[in-house]
């Protein structure tokens, strides 16, 4: 059974500071990577979709990137802004059409 | 256009009534989906439609019944429910009903139920 862990749990920087997001999964055998952003009360906005035979994706100040064989992915948020402040969320399509999520990181961005 | 539209935003129900969510998409989309978050919780998918047809039931409890009229809209029947059933309820669809690998998700957002 596929299980999607996410370190850390919550994380505060200031301003301006580059930051990492942890995402592991146990099963390599993933047809995609998806990273969303959850404001609070609200529902999910996609960010990036890595597929299974790509490394990384980029949005913006945003890079995702996927190292299957390992079962790791990280998003990355250059230059950080109290906009970004959410809860992030990955998720891994297992399957045809299931999508299974890790319990996500709280991010603080502090002015 | 890549909204997903549901209403109503808020419910408040008791465990004798029976009401519905609803969930719009007009993107084209052939999957559509019903998933259940609680707070600080994950999303936990509950139904899945492909081409109008329900291809996965996650052993949700029969107060729950989706439909899927045709392929722009997708309902969630709600009968007898309890205290523990109060949640979010996000749909969500993609493009191909048999999924893929750039077969994105995108989520509405959302219906908060509270079940008294």
């Known amino acids: 059974k596929q299980e999607v862990t996410q370190i850390p749990a919550a994380l505060s920087v200031p301003e301006g500071e580059n930051l990492v997001l942890n995402c592991s999964f146990t099963?390599?055998?993933?047809?995609?990577l998806q990273w969303f952003r959850q404001d609070p009360g609200k529902g999910l906005t996609s960010l990036l979709l890595?597929?299974?035979?790509?490394r990384e994706q980029t949005s913006g100040r945003l890079n995702a990137s996927l190292d299957k064989s390992s079962g790791r992915s990280t998003l990355y948020i250059a230059a950080s802004q109290p906009g970004d402040s959410a809860t992030y969320l990955c998720?891994?399509?297992?399957?045809?059409?299931?999508?299974?999520f890790g319990q996500g990181t709280r991010l603080t961005i502090n002015p | 256009d890549t909204e997903v539209t549901q209403t109503p935003k808020h419910l408040v129900m008791g465990m004798t009534n029976k009401k519905s969510l609803k969930c719009e998409q007009h993107m084209g989309h052939r999957a559509m989906y019903w998933y259940k978050q609680k707070a600080k919780k994950p999303p936990e998918l509950m139904f899945v439609y492909s081409y109008e047809k329900l291809s996965i039931n996650e052993s949700v409890p029969s107060r729950f019944s989706p439909e899927c009229p045709n392929s722009s809209l997708l309902n969630l029947h709600l009968h007898a429910l309890q205290p523990e059933d109060s949640a979010l309820y996000l749909c969500?669809?993609?493009?191909?009903?048999?999924?893929?690998?750039?077969?994105?998700?995108?989520f509405g957002p959302g219906t908060r139920l509270t079940v008294l």
């Open positions: 890595i597929q299974s035979s790509q």
């Open positions: 099963d390599s055998a993933i047809y995609n």
């Open positions: 969500a669809s993609s493009q191909e009903g048999g999924g893929g690998s750039t077969d994105t998700q995108y």
């Open positions: 998720a891994v399509r297992d399957g045809a059409q299931k999508l299974v």
